[in-house]
């Protein structure tokens, strides 16, 4: 397979990146000319949550802490 993506870069917070194993983690990277993030989360069924009529062909949900994209989490 070609790798499509260039100047890829993790943007995940320090404290939410891991070394070794799966993790929730964000990317940056450059496709066909376009600057676009790549997310790594747990797939969600879209029915699970609504979402059945959102999520289209060739797409996936997918569920990430909120503190991965720059967001605090307020729960206590």
Do not use: F, H, W
């Amino acid at each position: 397979m070609i790798n499509k993506y260039t100047n890829l870069r993790e943007v995940s917070p320090k404290e939410m990146q891991c070394g070794i194993g799966a993790c929730p983690s964000a990317y940056e990277a450059t496709r066909e000319g376009r600057e676009i993030y790549l997310i790594v989360g747990t797939q969600v069924n879209p029915s699970e949550a609504g979402l059945e009529n959102k999520v289209g062909e060739g797409e996936a949900l997918v569920e990430i802490p909120r503190v991965l994209i720059g967001k605090k989490d307020n729960s206590p």
